[in-house]
């Protein structure tokens, strides 16, 4: 059985399961996608689409740049009140759209902040897919150079057939070399992965 979120239009699109799943993974993503879907259709109907891609590029930069942003929603030592009155000065300082500002409300007074990340991706690859565009979501052992991106958009374009969004993240633990997720393609071609395929035939071997 499913209990739907209240709360108005925003709250009437999106509903939460109640199901005992195992996998928290799992949950915290259909969470985000009933999020980013409501999101996206909001914006959408508004013809909103660019400044709620906007929003979304802000709230990635600033999570990635703010310690206290990322232990706002994920410590659960915060109070509902605290969390709401957090995030409402947030989204006023931050200038961001209706559509995002009353969807982080809602989350904040559910106590779903947790997902945002999750949230900025889907609604972000939502976007992408409505301009024809898709994300391709890189694992690097270094930082890429604006050059490099360019070049690795423009061979995975000619390989999707669409123009290509690379966001990048770094994992030095990788050695060198890239991983690439394009929708459900994954491309592994970092050092560190070979050096385990060849342990592993070594071990096979031995």
Known sequence: MRNREPDGDLGSRITIGRDFVSDTGSISSGIAARYATAVFELAKEANNLPATENDLDALAAALEDSTDFGDLISNPAYTRDQMTSAIASIS??????????????????????????????SVKAMIAEEKGEVTAEVTAAKALSTAQQDKLA???????????????????????????????????????SKLSNLQNAMKEVG
């Open 92 to 121: 006023a300082k931050m200038g961001l759209s209706s559509e995002v500002a009353n969807t982080l409300g809602l989350m904040a007074s559910k106590r779903r902040l947790f997902v945002l990340p999750q949230l900025i991706a």
């Open 154 to 192: 423009s061979t995975l374009k000619a390989s999707v057939g669409k123009d290509v969004n690379i966001n990048v993240a770094v994992d030095e633990s990788l050695i060198g070399g890239l991983i690439v997720k394009v929708g459900s393609k994954m491309i592994d071609s970092s050092i560190k």
